[in-house]
């Protein structure tokens, strides 16, 4: 018997494909060209068969790309973009490649913008969406955040598919993180119970890279970019002076996706904390003594400590978790906290340092997308439109295992996290020379 995973990775359609593509390409994509989900054989030496997917087929997913038969006619079709949650780089680059592809490949002439997330769906926020069109668009990609606006917390489900059927939408497309995918999976199984035509595609956005099955976000890649820039500036200044220390605090929520990258980026950094590998502060082998071993190394020192590390050390016994309006866990101050720590250690054994803390976290998530990001946006944008325009509903587009992919929305979740036995995790270390481990026990 095969182990069981719990996927399903079955792609909803609207209904059959009947109109010829308008686009011209040389090659359109079957639903039956699919990637394995599994293509580790040693994964199986057990002696275990592959996991099945539909019977007699393997567990795979479908290919993205443009098909040669599709639901919508684009001369009648509507279609709309939403951004919701946090700001990341490359969310214009998503609206823009959208819209181009809409219009120029497909000819969908009627594409509207919802204004800040759900909100833009609920009468009682009065907010107008906005026409979007190549002209306008055509720019956007050079500005930092999202020329629709964004909002946190949740919406009424109903209320949002009355909004979508009172404005004949035919297509939606949202752009957002695990809570926008979940809201977004809500959506489409209220348009089908009602029976509406309505197709619901989603891009996965979140700088933190934390998404299950997705192999990289949009975003990230700027993240760690802008992220080397403020550890190159913490280097310097701790190279700057006797016993200097750079303490840098990178966002990544409770992931250290982030802090990890940026570290394999820039190999000056010594000691990188995040929110997987548990440490102590005090003690022999704790997270202080071994800042000072490497002080009496090298007479400087570069710390990279992602925001959600070492909660366990600040947050009190029983003091309440506070959530954000999409539910998130409110983070308390790790940076702040490290510098008040080392400072005071360093007090108490008698020696002087010279620290300086920096924090780039919101200019990080406000920049434009770097190429990387950029070129991986525009795939993502016009493979959504591919999906949404042959029926595809209730599922996102993403890169898994170096392919354009269809995935369904309800296996979708956030908690990627470093895997501490990981080759990452095991390259931060090869490269840091920190302890493998910081804890007394």
């Known amino acids: 018997m095969h182990k069981e995973i719990p996927y399903d990775f079955t792609i909803q359609s609207l209904g059959a494909c009947t109109i010829p593509s308008p686009i011209n390409v040389s090659y359109f994509t079957p639903d039956t060209k699919r990637i394995l ?16 997917g539909v019977p007699g087929i393997p567990l795979s997913l479908e290919v993205a790309g443009p098909r040669e038969k599709i639901f919508f006619d684009p001369s009648k079709t509507k279609a709309a973009i939403v951004t919701c949650g946090g700001l990341c780089p490359g969310i214009n680059d998503v609206i823009r490649s959208l819209v181009m592809e809409l219009y120029h490949r497909y000819g969908v002439r009627n594409t509207i913008g919802i204004r800040y997330g759900f909100q833009g769906l609920i009468p009682k926020f009065r907010h107008p969406t906005v026409e979007l069109t190549p002209d306008m668009v055509k720019d956007v990609n050079t500005i930092g955040g999202s020329i629709l606006s964004s ?34 999976e809500c959506i489409t199984k209220e348009i089908t119970r009602r029976g509406l035509n309505i197709g619901v595609i989603g891009v996965p956005k979140t700088i933190d890279n934390d998404l299950n099955l997705i192999q990289k976000t949009f975003g990230f890649d700027t993240a760690i970019s802008e992220s080397v820039k403020a550890l190159q500036c913490a280097h310097v200044e701790a190279r700057g002076a006797p016993n200097g220390i750079g303490l840098v605090k990178i966002m990544g929520r409770q992931s250290g996706h982030i802090a990890a990258g940026a570290a394999l980026a820039q190999t000056d950094v010594n000691f ?53 309006a999409s539910g998130n866990p409110r983070l308390l ?53 591919h999906a949404g325009m042959a029926g595809k509903t209730g599922m996102l587009v993403g890169l898994m295992k170096d392919e354009y992919v269809h995935i369904p929305l309800k296996v979708i979740s956030s908690g990627t996290m470093v895997d501490p036995g990981g080759n990452i995790w095991i390259r931060v270390l090869e490269a840091t020379g920190q302890p493998p481990s910081m804890k007394n026990d």
Do not use: W
Not at 153 to 172: H, P
């Open 37 to 52: 989900f599994n293509i580790y054989l040693d994964q199986n030496a057990d002696g275990d068969t592959l996991p099945q």
């Open 151 to 184: 909002s946190r917390g949740r919406q009424d489900i109903g209320e949002m598919t009355d909004a979508l059927k009172r404005m004949n939408t035919d297509l939606l497309f949202c752009v957002g993180g695990d809570g926008t995918m979940r809201a977004t």
């Open 272 to 324: 990188v904390l995040i929110p997987e590998v548990p440490f102590d502060l005090e003690g022999e082998n704790g997270f202080l003594k071994a800042v000072e071993r490497r002080l009496q190394q090298s007479s400087h020192c570069v710390i990279l400590v992602a925001e959600g590390a070492g909660q366990e050390h600040i947050r009190q016994e029983g003091q309440r978790l506070e959530t954000d």
């Open 333 to 385: 101050d790790i940076g702040i906290f490290l510098k008040a720590k080392i400072e005071e250690y360093f007090s108490k054994i008698g020696k002087e340092i010279n620290l300086k803390y920096i924090d780039p976290s919101y200019t990080i998530r406000s920049v434009p997308a770097n190429a990387s990001d950029s070129m991986y946006c525009g795939a993502l944008g016009q493979y959504a439109v």
